[in-house]
T-cell receptor, first 113, second 114 residues
Framework: AQSVTQLGSHVSVSEGALVLLRCNYS??????LFWYVQYPNQGLQLLLK??????LVKGINGFEAEFKKSETSFHLTKPSAHMSDAAEYFC???????????FGAGTTVTVRA | DTGVSQNPRHKITKRGQNVTFRCDPI?????LYWYRQTLGQGPEFLTY????????KSRLLSDRFSAERPKGSFSTLEIQRTEQGDSAMYLC????????????FGPGTRLLVL
């Protein structure tokens, strides 16, 4: 079975500051890992995904994430926060042929002017 | 590419009533998924289809819930005898056949059971 844990349900950053969202996974098979963003009253939009190619994955809107097998982590970062980054972020894992995604509880990002 | 669409976007119903939601996936995608998201939580898997075949159902999907995907195109999710605990956002996603292919999500249907 696959699962993810997102550390911190809420993160507040200043505009221009580093955004760091933490995700740790548990998987009995080599995982596929995803970060999605959700704006209020909307569906989920893919930011980036890890599928066993490069361990450093670049996504949209300046986000990137690094897969660290030894730490079972897939943390999401953005060097400089923008007001438009205020949203809820979800880490998800898919295990092999399981197809379904298992999501973390989410981290809400607030950006201060 | 018009994306995944869901209708209605919002539904308010009284306890005990039946409701039906519709999802139209991206046209070339043969996999379709339903998830449920309650307030403050991540989405939880309910069921998925490959073409018209329903291949997996979560234990969350009680016998009051039924999903169909006739002809492998759009899908419907019906909840019979709704309960207040059914209040949630119901999300639909679609993807192509390969593992690790991106699931593209629709905007969701928000259900409120009074």
């Amino acid at each position: 079975a696959q699962s993810v844990t997102q550390l911190g349900s809420h993160v507040s950053v200043s505009e221009g500051a580093l955004v760091l969202l933490r995700c740790n996974y548990s998987s009995s098979v080599p995982p596929y890992l995803f970060w999605y963003v959700q704006y209020p009253n909307q569906g989920l939009q893919l930011l980036l995904k890890y599928t066993s190619a490069a361990t450093l994955v670049k996504g949209i809107n300046g986000f990137e994430a690094e897969f660290k097998k030894s730490e079972t982590s897939f943390h999401l970062t953005k060097p400089s926060a923008h007001m438009s980054d205020a949203a809820e972020y979800f880490c998800a894992v898919e295990g092999g042929n399981d197809y379904k995604l298992s999501f973390g509880a989410g981290t809400t990002v607030t950006v201060r002017a | 590419d018009t994306g995944v669409s869901q209708n209605p976007r919002h539904k308010i119903t009284k306890r005990g009533q039946n409701v039906t939601f519709r999802c139209d996936p991206i046209s070339e995608h043969n996999r379709l998924y339903w998830y449920r998201q309650t307030l403050g939580q991540g989405p939880e898997f309910l069921t998925y289809f490959q073409n018209e075949a329903q291949l997996e159902k979560s234990r969350l999907l009680s016998d009051r819930f039924s999903a169909e995907r006739p002809k492998g195109s759009f899908s419907t999710l019906e909840i019979q005898r709704t309960e207040q605990g059914d209040s949630a956002m119901y999300l639909c996603a679609s993807s192509s056949k390969s593992p690790q292919e991106t699931q593209y999500f629709g905007p969701g249907t928000r259900l409120l059971v009074l």
